[in-house]
């Protein structure tokens, strides 16, 4: 029998160990299944009624870098949190891909690490490279696409859609339609993107878009940077990154950015007067996916699982395909019959098949990108 005075030292210990963010007194599994943190899937857990259990046993979920504008994330986090009663926070919710790599790197098993990551592809190759990841196959892994999962499961794309260009027709007299047009003298200062290049996928994807516009290549990004030398050279290119914010103030006329990003501007900014034009550029179609990822020291192992499940649910990709963003599993969901179709057929026509860089063009690409980015902007 366990003394009161036991019981206390017990708890006491306890969160001394939480207190250094390690995870001795983590939830203990059904006989003969993995603790959360090892876990590999919810079956490898003792099935998804152990996960949930074990998942609102903690409680929380820390995110990172998911404003609640992007991708469907607002309603993402608000049917989690009432489906299972797991409080989601967010922090740095502006951030960018790198900003989340870093937060996994510079806090190791913290408690104040970030248990889930969403980051461009590119990105999550890297964090997977530096061994940041914890492997994970949610129920639905097998029907993702395999140029769209690690081979270790270590990140998965949950998401995805085409570079845009996002226009306030009420400031803008004539809206361009193409890389093109953007360098026309009839911009200047207007020409924004979501961030720097070097930190962000948006704006890395908006520089490889960019490169293919003129005679570029998946193996040749370079024609990018020097479109955005020439963008900045003719006073056109505008250094401040682009928000909601931004282009409701009108300090982002122009915008590149996801399509799904700018179509939900021009429906969330309708009521504000705003008339938010969206163009998909047919000089430089790029589409890409990002990825989802568990931090391979999360604070909350249960929960993280749990928030991956939901996203790669139906529910959770419908929600992502309500806000204009194309889900990864959209073909498996057709022919299921678990498709939003009505939400399918809000999405914008693009003509022929997206078409993806590789890894080790990906890997190219963002290291001229790193190398090039400051040159081609500066001055």
């Not at 996928?201 to 370079?222: E, I, P, R």
């Not at 419908?318 to 073909?331: F, H, I, K």
Request: hydrophobic share 40%; net charge positive.
């Amino acid at each position: 029998m366990t003394t009161p005075c036991a019981r206390a030292a017990a708890v006491f210990g306890c969160f001394a160990l939480v207190a250094l963010g390690l995870s001795a007194c983590e939830n203990t599994p059904p006989a003969g299944h993995a603790k959360p943190s090892a876990a590999t899937s919810a079956e490898s857990m003792g099935g998804m009624r152990a996960l949930i259990a074990a998942a609102k046993q903690e409680g929380t979920l820390r995110a990172i870098a998911l404003p609640r504008d992007w991708a469907g994330y607002g309603s993402l986090i608000n049917g989690f949190e009432k489906k299972y009663g797991i409080k989601v926070t967010v922090e740095q919710p502006l951030g960018h891909s790198e900003d989340e790599i870093d937060a996994l790197s510079n806090r190791g098993n913290r408690p104040t690490a970030p248990d889930v990551i969403d980051v461009g592809d590119t990105f999550a190759r890297k964090a997977a490279v530096k061994n940041l990841l914890a492997p994970y196959e949610v129920a639905a892994y097998a029907s993702i696409p395999g140029n769209q999962k690690d081979s270790k499961a270590r990140w998965a794309n949950n998401y995805g859609g085409y570079i845009s260009i996002g226009c306030d027709a009420n400031r803008v007299k004539s809206c361009p339609q193409t890389f093109a047009d953007l360098l026309k003298p009839r911009y200047k200062g207007q020409v924004a993107l979501e961030g720097d290049p070097r930190r962000s996928a948006t704006a890395f994807a908006s520089v490889y878009a960019a490169a293919l516009a003129n005679n570029g290549s998946f193996d040749d990004v370079q024609p990018g940077l020097g479109f955005f030398a020439e963008l900045n050279h003719r006073g056109n290119f505008n250094p401040l990154a682009s928000t909601s914010a931004t282009v409701a103030s009108g300090r982002t006329p122009i915008s590149i950015n996801w399509d799904y990003i700018n179509l939900d501007y021009a429906d969330q900014l309708r009521d504000k007067g705003v008339n938010w034009q969206v163009a998909i550029p047919f000089d430089g179609s790029f589409a890409q996916y990002f990825a989802l990822a568990i931090n391979k020291h999360a604070p909350h192992p249960a929960a993280a699982r749990l928030w991956h499940e939901y996203l790669f649910s139906p529910e959770g990709q419908n929600l992502r395909l309500r806000a204009y963003a194309r889900p990864v599993l959209m073909d498996a969901m057709r022919r299921d019959g678990t498709l939003d179709e009505a939400a399918a057929a809000r999405l914008p026509t693009v003509e022929g098949t997206p078409q993806f860089p590789t890894d080790a063009q990906l890997e190219k690409a963002r290291q001229a990108v790193t190398r090039g980015w400051a040159k081609a902007v500066s001055g």
